[in-house]
């Protein structure tokens, strides 16, 4: 199953908008989604401080300030 991850920290209303996406896009297609908090670890604050969120699938950005919905679809079809 492919992995998912939403880099984002609290407060952040284009991280909330993008988890929500995400969320709903996970009852069409099965993925894990994983929500990594970027405030509670310096090496992710660094890596992503002012281009939260960020969407990886499995290792690769695909995403970042907003989730492109068409794109996160493909990928994910593409990995059945």
């Given at each position: 199953m492919s992995v998912l991850t939403l880099y984002s920290k609290p407060g952040c209303h284009l991280c909330e908008e993008a988890l929500q996406a995400l969320q709903a896009l996970q009852g069409e297609i099965?993925?894990?989604?994983?929500v990594r908090d970027i405030s509670s670890d310096e090496a992710l604050h660094r890596a992503y401080f002012e281009r939260i969120p960020v969407v990886d699938l499995d290792g690769e950005e695909l995403c970042e300030y907003f989730v492109e919905e068409a794109l996160v679809r493909e990928r994910l079809e593409s990995r059945r």
């Open positions: 099965a993925f894990e989604l994983r």
